[in-house]
């Protein structure tokens, strides 16, 4: 069993920046893809990014490319999601992941989920 709990989450500007963190604990978590997904209201959960067990990989949807930054670090059981120039199509509740296997924007992969924390970008 794992257990994931996001932080970071805020209220920002657009334009601003914000570092979420997720800490694992209950497992191995240097064996486990770890990801991000957000889902806004009204809408379906998003795939954001992902990076491999050995931090050599990272994916992201097209709309954070160059603005969003995925890491881990495997010593401290945790990945972090660096967002740069936040927009406000960026506000929604953000979730930790972790799973194997194949990476893909659905979440087929994922295994474990951390409960959310919410991001809110103004304009």
């Known amino acids: 069993q794992v257990q994931l709990v996001e932080s970071g989450g805020g209220l920002v500007e657009a334009g601003g920046s914000l570092r979420l963190s997720c800490a694992a604990s209950?497992?191995?978590?240097?064996?486990?893809?770890m990801g991000w997904f957000r889902q806004a209201p009204g809408k379906e959960r998003e795939f954001v990014a992902a990076?491999?067990?050995?931090?050599?990989?990272?994916r992201y949807t097209d709309s954070v490319k160059g603005r969003f930054t995925i890491s881990r670090d495997n010593a401290k059981n945790t990945v972090d999601l660096q967002m740069n120039s936040l927009k406000p199509e960026d506000t929604a509740v953000y979730y930790c992941?972790?799973?194997?296997?194949?990476?893909?924007?659905?979440?087929?992969?994922?295994?474990?989920w951390g409960p959310g924390t919410q991001v809110t970008v103004s304009s």
């Open positions: 209950g497992g191995t978590f240097s064996s486990y893809v």
């Open positions: 992941a972790a799973g194997s296997g194949l990476v893909t924007t659905s979440t087929r992969w994922t295994k474990y």
């Open positions: 990076i491999s067990w050995g931090g050599i990989s990272t």
